[in-house]
């Protein structure tokens, strides 16, 4: 394994190049790959993403990448992050244009963002707070909160609320961060949150292999 150089994966649900940039301007190893084999030889494992749950789900698996990435993140330990998207994908089920299946690494379900007045759009668009609940790891250095910025119409609702590490009111309160052992996943979009955003990516990049408990 390179301990050196971070894995973007492309599986057809955009959002890379800007993630790749980001991690260029911390002077960090990064790479896209359309490969699933490649993910043996990285040190950090970066799933992004933009777009609807039933397609992103469908994509990963048409292109093999299921079973190498449980095998590296699930088994071996290897530090993930999901994006947007990518947080998503995580849970058992979403229910965007439809009810589809999920990685299910972190039970739970991912629902519509709702709103209790009528003034708050959604998509939810533009810059919001991330409160803390976790000041360790993902968010080191960070103080209470700080502002990111998010693109998304749908929300992930963990079974254990335990994991969550970051909230955000759009409306109504919802979670905007969670983190269970080597996986940390954001509804935000770090690599588009300026100096922020690069410090949870250089955080993540800290992070080592550690028991996914």
Not at 68 to 94: D, R, S, W, Y
Not at 120 to 145: A, E, T
Not at 165 to 177: A, D, M
Request: hydrophobic share 40%.
């Amino acid at each position: 394994m390179n301990q050196n150089k971070v894995a973007i994966i492309d599986y057809g649900m955009g959002n890379l190049r800007s993630v790749a940039n980001a991690f260029a301007s911390l002077k960090y190893p990064a790479f896209i790959t359309k490969k699933p084999e490649d993910l043996y030889q990285a040190s950090h494992i970066v799933l992004p993403g933009v777009g609807a749950f039933g397609d992103g789900i469908k994509n990963l698996q048409a292109a093999g990448w299921v079973n190498i990435l449980e095998k590296e993140v699930i088994e071996n330990g290897k530090p993930f992050l999901g994006i947007c998207l990518g947080m998503q994908l995580l849970a058992t089920a979403g229910t965007e244009h439809g009810f589809h299946k999920g990685l299910n690494w972190i039970p739970g379900t991912v629902k519509r963002l709702e709103t209790n007045e009528s003034y708050i759009r959604v998509p939810h668009i533009g810059w919001n707070d991330v409160h803390f609940l976790n000041k360790d790891d993902l968010y080191i250095g960070l103080g209470d909160s700080q502002v990111f910025y998010f693109v998304h119409s749908y929300v992930f609702y963990p079974e254990d609320t335990s994991i969550v590490c970051g909230v955000t009111s759009h409306g109504l309160e919802f979670i905007s961060s969670i983190q269970k052992g080597n996986i940390y996943a954001t509804q935000f979009h770090p690599e588009k949150s300026q100096k922020s955003g690069l410090k949870v990516l250089k955080n993540f990049i800290d992070s080592k292999i550690k028991d996914n408990a």
